[in-house]
């Protein structure tokens, strides 16, 4: 069974850091892309980064750029969000998922396992 | 960035009866390989999203065959044959053409 858990959220004042976990199992991890997307209160969805699964490319959106840095730990099945220079946008759930994988290797286009999300609030 | 806009933002529905989502992108969601990548997924309050359907009109494993997703180019829609009441909740449109991902704002499934 494929699961993935956040970890790392919390109450942080405006300009601090953070650095969120995600444990995954249930799948090779190794072989996959990953990705964070975070939800605003009441939002919807906003993509904010994915790794490739050897970590040498990355991709964040433009509102993140620079203060964030996806990476992981193929030998911990782990993936990581360092978040810096927080502001009280970046508040919200953050998700780790999963991109569905379809026969023959083939792109899907879209996200099969989500976790459970973990709640960063940036105030102070 | 492409542009996602969903209609209507909330739908007070009838258990039973049909109920249609739209979802507009700003530019073509066909990529270069050949494939639209427009996937749709539900959220309940609390949870996080959950695939429906992908490239347009695939249902992932394990949904109900009363979903269904048509469309092209940049006009989608999600339709849901006889709307149950697990399918209260908010139902979100996204797009995977090109980086950054983006997702529409929203439609809220209300009975």
């Known amino acids: 069974e494929v699961q993935l858990v956040e970890s790392g959220g919390g109450l942080v004042q405006p300009g601090g850091s953070l650095r969120l976990s995600c444990a995954a199992s249930?799948?090779?991890?190794?072989?996959?892309?990953m990705y964070w997307v975070r939800q605003g209160p009441g939002k919807g969805p906003v993509w904010v980064s994915r790794?490739?699964?050897?970590?040498?490319?990355?991709n964040y959106a433009d509102s993140i750029k620079g203060r964030f840095t996806i990476s992981r730990d193929n030998a911990k099945d782990t993936l990581y969000l360092q978040m810096n220079s927080l502001g009280p946008d970046d508040t919200g759930v953050y998700y780790c998922?999963?991109?569905?994988?379809?026969?023959?290797?083939?792109?899907?286009?879209?996200?099969?396992?989500w976790g459970h999300g973990i709640l960063v609030t940036v105030s102070s | 960035d492409i542009v996602m806009t969903q209609t209507p933002l909330s739908s007070p529905v009838t258990l039973g009866q049909p109920a249609s989502i739209s979802c507009r992108s700003s530019?073509?969601?066909?990529?270069?390989?050949?494939?639209?990548?427009l996937s749709w997924l539900h959220q309940r309050p609390g949870q996080p999203p959950r695939l429906l359907i992908y490239?347009?009109?695939n249902r992932f494993s394990g949904v109900p065959d009363r979903f269904s997703g048509i469309g092209a180019g940049t006009d989608f829609t999600l339709k849901i044959s006889r709307v149950e009441a697990e399918d209260v909740g908010v139902y979100f449109c996204?797009?995977?053409?090109?980086?950054?991902?983006?997702f529409g704002q929203g439609t809220k499934l209300e009975i």
């Open positions: 249930g799948f090779i991890f190794s072989n996959y892309w």
């Open positions: 530019q073509s969601l066909v990529h270069s390989d050949g494939n639209t990548y």
């Open positions: 490239k347009i009109s």
């Open positions: 996204m797009q995977a053409r090109q980086l950054p991902y983006t």
């Open positions: 998922a999963k991109p569905l994988r379809l026969e023959g290797n083939s792109l899907s286009g879209s996200f099969d396992f």
């Open positions: 790794i490739s699964p050897d970590g040498r490319t990355t």
